[in-house]
């Protein structure tokens, strides 16, 4: 892992790893005075998803999650050459570390119906797993930027409450 990643040529120090995800890597940054995450766009073949320009789609999609009203990360910064975005970072454990530990909020679930409520009526899903959720200050936010056109199958009763139960099952690349 490098030391330092660059958006729009300002340098940030690389503190750790997030996570990886279907488009790319996700980095936890600071520049000396605040945190940030920095997705750096990756182009590694996903059997299961099929993308188009990752970057764009990153884009469009947090575009039209803003419009309905989803709670997340504000987008702070895009370096279209270095395929990277700066997001405000949300500090907290996700609710797939904070169910792990056996600690479920039922405000949670509503908040996630909530989302719903403004995703189905647009036709669209976001990715339900719990790793992409973190409560701060009485929020849920969705921190990443990913939705699809709406699918029974793939919504939050039929697929995504599952792994917010206590026994959850581990996600598998089914989507």
């Not at 605040?34 to 469009?60: G, M, N, W």
Request: net charge negative; with cysteine.
């Amino acid at each position: 892992m490098q030391n330092t990643l660059t958006v729009n040529d300002t340098e940030y120090t690389v503190l750790q790893l997030l996570g990886k995800g279907k488009g790319g890597y996700s980095y936890l940054v600071t520049d000396g005075t605040t945190q940030y995450v920095l997705k750096q766009i990756h182009h590694e073949p996903c059997e299961y998803y099929t993308f188009s320009d990752k970057l764009q789609a990153e884009l469009r999609d947090y575009k039209t999650l803003c419009k309905l009203g989803i709670p997340m990360p504000r987008l702070l910064a895009v370096d279209a050459p270095q395929e990277c975005i700066l997001k405000e970072y949300i500090a907290g454990q996700t609710v797939a570390e904070l169910l792990k530990a056996g600690r479920m909020e039922p405000g949670w679930l509503k908040q996630v119906q909530t989302m719903c409520g403004l995703l189905y009526p647009a036709g669209l899903n976001i990715d339900y797993y719990p790793t992409n959720f973190v409560p701060c200050s009485g929020t849920l936010y969705y921190i990443d930027y990913e939705c699809n056109a709406y699918m029974e199958q793939w919504d939050f009763e039929h697929w995504g409450i599952q792994y917010w139960t206590a026994q959850a099952p581990e996600r598998t690349n089914e989507i």
